[in-house]
Nanobody, 124 residues
Framework: QLQLVESGGDLVQPGGSLRLSCAAS????????IGWFRQAPGKEREGVAC????????KYADSVKGRFTISRDNAKNTVYLQMNSLKPEDTAVYYC?????????????????WGQGTQVTVSS
């Protein structure tokens, strides 16, 4: 059974940092592209960052470029999202998901497996 479990969400002040983790089971994270998405109340789910499974290419949303970094630890079968210089508009539930198709994309339809999400709140 393929499963993704997110962790690391918290309440943080503006300008602070968090690292989210996405632990995979039932498959290896180097065999799928892994994406991080977020959904704020009343808004659509949007792509934040993704990393290809077979290599090291990454893709970021314009809103997080230079602040967020996605990485993968194959030994731990985990993908991380390091978030720095957090802003109130980063507040959302963050999800990780696995995409079996080639080519980095934020197209939600391509992602077959999703975690349950972790809450990130940026507020003073």
């Amino acid at each position: 059974q393929l499963q993704l479990v997110e962790s690391g969400g918290d309440l943080v002040q503006p300008g602070g940092s968090l690292r989210l983790s996405c632990a995979a089971s039932g498959f290896t994270v180097d065999s799928y592209d892994i994406g991080w998405f977020r959904q704020a109340p009343g808004k659509e789910r949007e792509g934040v960052a993704c990393i290809e499974g077979s290599g090291s290419r990454t893709k970021y949303a314009d809103s997080v470029k230079g602040r967020f970094t996605i990485s993968r630890d194959n030994a731990k079968n985990t993908v991380y999202l390091q978030m720095n210089s957090l802003k109130p508009e980063d507040t959302a539930v963050y999800y990780c998901a696995a995409d079996p198709w080639d080519g980095l994309s934020f197209n939600l339809i391509r992602y077959n497996y999703w975690g349950q999400g972790t809450q990130v709140t940026v507020s003073s």
